[in-house]
């Protein structure tokens, strides 16, 4: 069975067919640039562009940066334009794709998902957190499997900070700092969640998950095991189109 996957991030607006069977996109994956400022109206045509791109007819699962309910609606917008606060994003977007059914989700727990499934968190019991580091920190919560949608754990206090703005990697770019610097910065920020939670495994995400020999030796000492994730850039869009899926699977394409 094939859905449509989008992620939306700061830079880039990706898109592709996914094959949900093998857990991959289906076909090369599209990409435009992310308009700034990043207003839900600007947005929602660079979908339209990558969508209209396969010329895809059936249900669409697309992530967002921010908090989402019900496959809906967004809440919090930390690090895109704040108009889109309390916006029905699936009705804009299902409007904009000429009434496609969608669903909407967190980028996070997208990937998450995506993981948890196909990728490094696979057959995995217990309380998993995947941890994406980007523009901003993502967090996605599992207990044998089971996901608790929108934890927000980027945004928890580190140092009298919020974590995202001490250990994200776009801090690490803007400061020019050495993976050493900020794996210790990872490591402090991964203690606090391991004391809230508990995990057996921390999964690693975002861009930095190609990178992770550079940092990974800088996160010793934790209990939980810590892994770089496997799906690397696809994990927001295979994961957006998972949960598209049991939403709206008996319209997809075979
Ligand atoms: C947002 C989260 C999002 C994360 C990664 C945070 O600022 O609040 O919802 O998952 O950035 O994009």
Redesign the pocket.
């Known amino acids: 069975m094939q859905i449509f996957g989008v992620d939306i ?2 830079s880039g607006i990706k898109g592709a067919p996914v094959d949900l069977d093998r857990g991959d996109l289906a076909q090369e994956r599209c990409k435009v640039l992310t308009p700034h400022p990043a207003t839900p109206d600007g947005v929602a045509d660079g979908v339209r562009q990558v969508v209209e791109h396969f010329g895809w007819t059936g249900p669409v699962g697309l992530t ?4 989402v309910t019900d496959g809906a609606t967004v809440r ?1 917008a ?2 895109v334009d704040k108009s889109w606060i309390d916006t029905d994003a699936r009705a804009l977007f299902s409007e904009r794709l000429g009434g496609l059914p969608v669903t909407v989700v ?4 997208a990937a998450g998902v995506a993981e948890t499934h196909f990728g490094a968190g696979r057959g995995r019991k217990g309380t998993v957190i995947l941890l ?1 580091f ?6 996605a919560v599992f207990t044998d499997g089971v996901l608790v949608p ?1 934890t ?1 754990l ?2 928890l206090e580190l140092d009298g900070h919020e974590a ?1 703005k001490r250990a994200s990697s776009k801090v690490k770019d803007d400061h020019d700092m050495s993976w050493e610097h900020w794996g210790h910065r990872v490591k402090k920020y991964l203690a606090h969640v391991e004391m809230l939670f508990s995990p057996e495994l921390f999964i690693i995400g975002g861009g930095v998950s190609r990178k992770a020999q550079k940092f990974l030796p800088y996160l010793d000492g934790l209990r939980a095991e810590i892994v770089p994730a496997e799906l690397q850039n696809n994990a927001g869009i295979v994961g957006a189109a998972m949960r598209a899926a049991e939403d709206h699977g008996q319209r997809a394409a075979d």
Not at 64 to 67: E, K, L, M, R, T
Not at 134 to 139: E, Y
């Open positions: 991030g700061g967002f940066p921010g908090v919090t930390a690090n967190n980028d996070a727990d994406t980007g523009t901003g920190i993502g967090s929108n927000e980027g945004h995202e």
